[in-house]
């Protein structure tokens, strides 16, 4: 969506509801508008002007990435892993030696944000220390 967003022509009611919602929530300082002239420039901030002008999403937006973060814990079997039923994740339980195989797989950390090696998740998990697998949403 955010592509064809970015190379919109349509005028704003044209677009989708969702599509409409989107463009929208970015706000004026992610949007340009089509002037008489031709030319793309920054919006006014004016939520009724919006509806019968051609706006796009600027060239350089990049949405920020979501992220999930799962706590490394003890799996039912003395296995270590993650279990993603509390937040609706994808996976009900995954095994440490399979979290790195997943595409949205980021990396491990500690609890205070410092990313941390496979190899030292027991041994931190053993002192007290929060161990977490971050996940592209």
Request: with cysteine.
């Amino acid at each position: 969506m955010i592509d064809k967003l970015k190379n919109n022509l349509a005028k704003l009611y044209c677009l989708t509801i969702k599509e409409q919602r989107y463009m929208k929530s970015l706000g004026v300082e992610n949007c340009e508008v089509l002037d008489s002239d031709g030319k793309w420039k920054k919006p006014l901030d004016n939520p009724k002007a919006w509806y019968s002008y051609r706006y796009r999403i600027k060239a350089n937006y990049q949405p920020e990435t979501e992220y999930i973060d799962l706590e490394v814990k003890e799996l039912d079997g003395g296995w270590l892993g993650v279990n993603g039923n509390k937040v609706n994740f994808p996976y009900k339980e995954m095994h440490l030696h399979t979290i790195m195989s997943r595409k949205n797989f980021k990396y491990f950390s500690n609890d205070i944000g410092v990313e941390i090696f496979i190899e030292n998740i027991g041994k931190s998990i053993d002192l007290g220390i929060k161990v977490i697998a971050r996940f592209v949403k």
